[in-house]
């Protein structure tokens, strides 16, 4: 069973709807949750970044962490063609360099 | 800035081959990693750099060296390259902050074929 799960879709979805991105981790010792996005070729660039259990908001993403049932999300609202990228899950320990990572959701928002 | 500048980024090999992958930053970051990125496997970890002077093993580092030459740059190697080494392989920098490794900055990747 790998460390971190998380479906790689393809999710297609149109312009203007809520999506939801959803990782399941099995490693309690992980106290640090990231998100990444990945546009085709490029690098990835870090989207949010929680410490612990709780909800983070930046504009239109929600970055939501549930420890108790080892579940992450990311809420994208009112979606953008512009959005339309591979979005990673990330998690890492204290005191740690080895940040894990899912494998990745591509998205698809249609204009 | 530039941030993290890795070369080449693309390179094709035959099996058996050597090469290294450069990569540096100029974020004055104190970790350094290297990732493949594989369909379907997400980013694994092959080594990384804590901080100048040292380097650690992480989940894929078989058939793998680094170098750290310095604080801006760290190099991958591929002694004998094999065709399951394919793969896109990033170079990443962070500074850790409240124990944790801080946000990974990533270069562009280097797109590597061994036939």
């Known amino acids: 069973q790998k460390e971190v799960e998380q479906d790689p879709g393809p999710l297609s979805v149109p312009e203007g709807a809520i999506v939801s991105l959803n990782c399941t981790y099995s490693?309690?010792?992980?106290?640090?949750f990231m998100w990444y996005r990945q546009y085709s070729r490029k690098g990835p660039e870090l989207l949010m970044y929680t410490y612990s259990s709780g909800n983070k908001e930046d504009g239109r993403f929600t970055a939501q962490v549930d420890k108790s049932s080892k579940y992450i999300s990311l809420f994208i609202r009112d979606s953008q063609p512009s959005d339309s990228a591979t979005y990673l899950c990330?998690?890492?320990?204290?005191?740690?360099?080895?940040?894990?990572f899912g494998a990745g959701t591509r998205l698809f928002v249609k204009a | 800035n530039a941030g993290v500048t890795q070369t080449p980024k693309f390179q094709v090999l035959k099996t058996g081959q050597s090469m290294t992958l450069q990569c540096a930053q100029d974020?004055?970051?104190?970790?350094m990693y290297w990732y493949r990125q594989d369909p379907g496997m997400g980013l694994r970890l092959i080594y990384y750099?804590?901080?100048?002077?040292?380097?650690d093993k992480g989940e894929v580092p078989n058939g793998y060296n680094v170098s750290r030459l310095n604080k801006r740059e760290f190099s991958l190697r591929l002694e004998s390259a094999a065709p399951s080494q394919t793969s896109v392989y990033f170079c990443?920098?962070?500074?850790?902050?409240?124990?944790?490794?801080?946000?990974?900055?990533f270069g562009e990747g280097s797109r590597l074929t061994v036939l």
């Open positions: 974020m004055n970051h104190n970790s």
């Open positions: 990330a998690m890492s320990g204290t005191g740690g360099f080895k940040t894990i």
């Open positions: 990443a920098s962070s500074e850790p902050t409240g124990g944790g490794t801080g946000e990974l900055f």
């Open positions: 490693n309690s010792a992980f106290q640090y």
């Open positions: 750099s804590a901080s100048e002077g040292t380097t």
